[in-house]
């Protein structure tokens, strides 16, 4: 399984930017997928989760009310919606996926698979 993270870019405060994460590779079914995020300098922190089949959703109080998860299964495709962006939302957004339930999705080292990273940087 490969995943493959696009759609950063440069934006301003206040803008919307929708980050997606392209699944490929044999027969994808994982049990959930989350994006996860590293500033400069900082270690990578937990944004949101959705749980496959269920479509149950979490995310990070930092986050909550202004970034939607979601995804589209005929595409093997998660997407994250981002709006209201910050200059504190400026990092790296990874993308994940894991094969079997466990309840810390909010921890990296619950997932099995990652993609390469998509740069976002908000300027005030």
């Known amino acids: 399984v490969q995943l493959q993270a696009?759609?950063?870019g440069l934006v301003q405060a206040g803008d919307?930017?929708?980050?997606s994460?392209?699944?490929?590779g044999r027969t994808f079914s994982p049990y959930g997928m989350g994006w996860f995020r590293q500033a400069p300098?900082?270690?990578?922190?937990?944004?949101?989760?959705?749980s496959w089949i269920?479509?149950?959703?979490?995310y990070?109080?930092?986050?909550?009310?202004?970034?939607?998860?979601?995804?589209?299964?005929a595409k093997n495709t998660m997407y994250l919606q981002m709006n209201s962006l910050k200059p504190?939302?400026?990092a790296v957004y990874y993308c994940a996926a894991k094969r079997?339930?466990?309840s810390n999705y909010y921890e990296d080292k619950s997932y099995n698979y990652w993609g390469q990273g998509t740069l976002v940087t908000v300027s005030s």
Do not use: N, P, Q
Not at 21 to 24: D, F, G, K, L, N
Not at 41 to 50: I, P, T
Not at 54 to 58: E, L
Not at 61 to 68: A, E, N, P
């Open 6 to 8: 696009s759609g950063g």
């Open 16 to 19: 919307s930017l929708r980050l």
């Open 21 to 24: 994460c392209a699944a490929s």
């Open 41 to 50: 300098g900082k270690e990578r922190d937990f944004v949101a989760y959705l």
């Open 54 to 58: 269920g479509g149950d959703t979490y």
């Open 60 to 73: 990070a109080d930092s986050v909550k009310g202004r970034f939607t998860i979601s995804r589209d299964s």
């Open 88 to 90: 504190e939302d400026t």
């Open 100 to 102: 079997s339930y466990s």
